[in-house]
């Protein structure tokens, strides 16, 4: 898997993310990201297994999906400046076209050029 600099894993099965995160985590030289299960999960692998978690902090497979369900919805916008109220950064893309996800564990610094992928409130 030559070239390949970043995977993120983002299906319905918790524990398939897990596996694949740990599987390819040793083949790759770029980063793994997956969706985070949901907390208490009480699946076979996906609980208990690393790998860096989309999106920071309660914003689990299920949560982005209930969100979604309710018309939440993803958006772009220049990342200069503060986050529109209401809104949850989920990337940044850099100028370079680098696409960088924010995690449990770090958020991005934001520069200017940069555009912000966000997840927007129901309207």
């Known amino acids: ?51 860096e978690a989309l999106f920071g902090p309660g914003l689990t497979r299920p949560e982005l999906a209930r969100q979604y369900g309710e018309g939440a919805r993803v958006t772009t916008s220049p990342a200069d400046g503060g986050l529109p109220a209401g809104h949850r950064l989920l990337f940044l893309v850099k100028p370079d076209g680098r696409l960088l996800p924010v995690t449990e564990g770090r958020t991005p610094s934001r520069d200017p050029g940069d555009r912000a992928v966000l997840l927007s409130p129901p309207a």
């Open 1 to 51: 898997m030559e070239g390949i600099t970043g995977v993120l894993l983002l299906t319905e099965e918790d524990d398939f993310n897990a596996l694949a995160s740990t599987t390819l985590h040793e083949t790759l030289e770029g980063a793994v990201y997956r969706l985070a299960p949901a907390a208490g999960s009480r699946g076979v692998v996906a609980p208990y297994t690393g790998g």
